[in-house]
């Protein structure tokens, strides 16, 4: 059984309330430049399923977490 330590990113972070879109993202790896993630969102109208690089500041303003 293998267990996270404390300064790994959770597998899935919830979309901050408030923001265009409603949703969640995964993510997927970890890079110098920031984090590649996978994100499933609905605005009000559509569906969106895609993946980008966020930095860490685009990361904890989307979902509120930071590496710390």
């Known amino acids: ?3 996270k330590k404390k ?3 959770p597998g899935k972070l919830d ?3 408030g923001l265009r879109w409603k949703g969640y ?3 997927l ?3 110098k430049d920031g ?3 996978q994100f499933t969102a609905q ?3 559509e569906w ?3 993946h980008t690089v966020l930095t860490p500041k685009q990361l904890k303003d989307w979902t509120g977490w930071s590496k710390q």
Request: aromatic share 8%.
């Open 25 to 27: 993202l995964k993510i």
């Open 1 to 3: 059984m293998s267990r």
């Open 15 to 17: 979309l901050l309330p």
């Open 35 to 37: 984090y590649v993630v």
């Open 43 to 45: 605005s009000k109208t």
């Open 48 to 50: 969106i399923y895609d």
């Open 29 to 31: 790896e970890e890079r």
């Open 7 to 9: 300064d790994e990113a």
